[in-house]
């Protein structure tokens, strides 16, 4: 077993092992500042049909209510930025969704570090998370250490952009925490404020959910498109990367390393003819594994319709 001087080092290499590009440690403790952010943010009804982010708050603020006795947040960073890209032409996709779906692919990895943990320290307690439970990722990254919010509302780093899938092992293991990221090197760039489609992004770093195409192609279930939205599109598909395509810092984005993520050749090569022509049993049956299920057939065919293409 380890004594504790060798914790933070061994789940600093454990990470990297896992193919975790990324890993800092922040001290578990309430977000307040977030806490306030939060609740205008919802209040001013940016979430739209997002329902879930009103649900559990005093969970998203606070690591204790998920994990009781928590000492410390583990924030890991995974590449998903692809090596190949699609035909500009095509009916496009959110790069994150070229290949196998995160949230299984990351869960199996926090499954394993949670188990070396034990292995190597001793019985604790934990729980892994990546989208699946009210955590405020982005603001652990930053008081891990890992980067800063744009103002497009992404987390960036300064090596390598923001094309990175976010992890949370929330913990009682009591670990030696990272500084904070303090610095903002944003400056007075708006190339995402001006760049986005649907003037969904506001000063001051607030994201109106409501406005946003990712919104509209994967968590919006009504089977009509608000007109006010139509012909705002362009060819986005499921998703949209526009905001982190104009980011400067994404000149430093680097091919991730993880199989999982291969693209699948469909979302590669289909033409909007392709996407139009696909039936539900094959739909179901190439995108078994895909974040593309998340819209189901009937929201990628509706999608479908309100293409500029």
Not at 5 to 28: D, H, M, R, V, W
Not at 152 to 180: H, Q, V
Not at 236 to 246: A, E, H, I, S
Not at 274 to 297: A, C, G, H, N, Y
Request: aromatic share 12%; glycine share 6%.
């Amino acid at each position: 077993m380890l004594i504790p001087s060798e914790y933070t080092p061994f789940i600093k290499a454990t990470a990297q092992t896992l193919g975790f590009n990324y890993c800092g440690i922040a001290k578990a403790e309430k977000l307040e500042e977030d806490e306030k952010r939060l609740e205008s943010w919802l209040n001013k009804g940016y979430n739209g049909k997002m329902a879930y982010m009103e649900n559990y708050f005093d969970l998203r603020i606070d690591p204790a209510k998920l994990v009781p006795g928590a000492k410390s947040v583990i924030t890991l960073l995974m590449n998903y930025f692809p090596s190949q890209q699609q035909n500009p032409d095509a009916p496009q996709v959110s790069k994150y969704a070229y290949g196998k779906d995160y949230h299984e692919v990351i869960k199996e990895k926090l499954k394993i570090f949670l188990q070396l943990i034990k292995e190597n320290i001793g019985e604790i307690h934990g729980r892994g998370f990546t989208d699946s439970a009210p955590v405020l990722e982005r603001s652990w990254a930053v008081k891990s250490g890992l980067g800063w919010v744009g103002k497009n509302g992404n987390l960036i780093t300064k090596d390598n952009g923001s094309f990175f899938f976010i992890a949370t092992l929330i913990t009682d293991l009591e670990l030696e925490a990272d500084n904070p990221f303090v610095k903002d090197y944003c400056g007075t760039c708006t190339r995402c404020i001006d760049a986005c489609p649907t003037e969904a992004i506001l000063p001051n770093k607030v994201i109106n959910g409501s406005k946003c195409i990712s919104h509209f192609t994967i968590e919006l279930k009504d089977m009509l498109i608000p007109v006010e939205m139509q012909n705002k599109f362009e060819n986005k598909m499921f998703g949209c990367d526009v905001c982190q395509d104009v980011c400067p810092w994404n000149r430093f984005s680097k091919p991730n390393n993880e199989i999982e993520f291969t693209p699948l050749n469909e979302v590669l090569n289909f033409s909007k003819n392709d996407w139009e022509e696909l039936t539900e049993e094959s739909f179901k049956i190439i995108f078994k594994q895909s974040p593309l299920k998340r819209s189901k057939f009937e929201g990628i065919k509706r999608n479908l319709k309100f293409l500029n293409s």
